[in-house]
């Protein structure tokens, strides 16, 4: 199976969104070829990976690979925020998706959801740590960041790459703050290193750790208590881990993906 990986000029390894757009097909044997620099036959290819829709931005590399004799499959990592009746979608063989778009659907051609991996090898664990990470963006897509930032509830930080690992690593815990069906790559990020898992309600996030493994809070006073009372649990952090590493590494998960890419061949 000769594979392609379409990839966006913006994307490269050494940029902190990479890891989490990527990872998945980084073991997959194949050729990578920057989108700005679109030099090859699509013919010569069996598959053709595409990256999500915010990142492709030439329409007329899109037609081309579509309308080639390889299958393609897409990896959307943002499909809730659009919907799947988009023409983006359309003539697209197979798509990997995270969530359901914006109306609660899921894609109109063959699909399935992917979830999230993580490099257990990158992110290693350290078990213990002092108290609770909040690092991430803030914006009014995600009420409780903004409210747990405003009211001065945890310190907010926004380290990236080694220095974010480092962080996380030292932290005894980690809040996941998101809106009730999106679930971020994050809480694998937590578990890889050790650390516990703080989070708002979101769907799927069971379908990575049981609900036991996780301390939710559904208001803001509940996250009070939880920061004012938070002592880590080594056990359950090493569980976490033990969880992360047998079943979303991205080993793992790579291998799911071509079993499922050479049934649709």
């Known amino acids: 199976m000769k594979i392609l990986k379409l990839q966006p000029k913006i994307d490269i390894p050494t940029r902190s969104n990479y ?18 620099n679109f030099n090859v036959n699509p013919n010569n290819y069996d598959v053709i990976f595409l990256p999500m829709y915010k990142r492709i931005v030439n329409n007329d590399i899109l037609k081309l690979v579509k309308n080639s004799k390889a299958k393609t499959v897409l990896f959307d990592n943002d ?28 894609p109109n051609t063959k699909s399935e959801m992917l979830r999230w991996s993580v490099d257990t090898e990158k992110y290693k664990a350290k078990y213990g740590g002092n108290g609770i990470s909040f690092n991430c963006s803030v914006s009014g897509a995600y009420p ?7 009211k001065n509830i945890l310190k907010h930080t926004n380290y990236t790459g080694e220095e974010y690992i480092e962080h ?15 679930t971020h790559a994050k809480i694998l990020e937590f ?75």
């Open 79 to 106: 499909s809730s925020y659009r919907s799947f009746n988009d023409p983006f979608y359309n003539g697209i063989d197979f798509i990997f998706y995270r969530d359901t778009d914006q109306n609660n659907k899921t």
């Open 144 to 150: 409780y960041r903004v409210q747990i930032k405003e």
């Open 191 to 265: 578990a890889a290193c050790g650390t516990q898992i703080i989070s708002s309600r979101s769907e799927h996030i069971s379908y990575y750790f049981p609900d036991e493994l996780i301390i939710y809070f559904d208001n803001i006073e509940e996250l009070k208590n939880i920061v004012k009372n938070f002592e880590p649990n080594i056990e359950i952090q090493k569980t976490l881990r033990d969880i992360t590493v047998k079943k979303h590494d991205s080993k793992v998960r790579d291998k799911q993906v071509l079993n499922k890419i050479e049934e649709i061949l």
């Open 19 to 36: 890891h989490i757009n990527y990872n998945v097909w980084d073991e997959i044997q194949g050729d990578t070829v920057f989108m700005y």
């Open 168 to 182: 996380i690593q030292n932290s005894g815990g980690g809040v996941h703050a998101s809106y009730p069906k999106h």
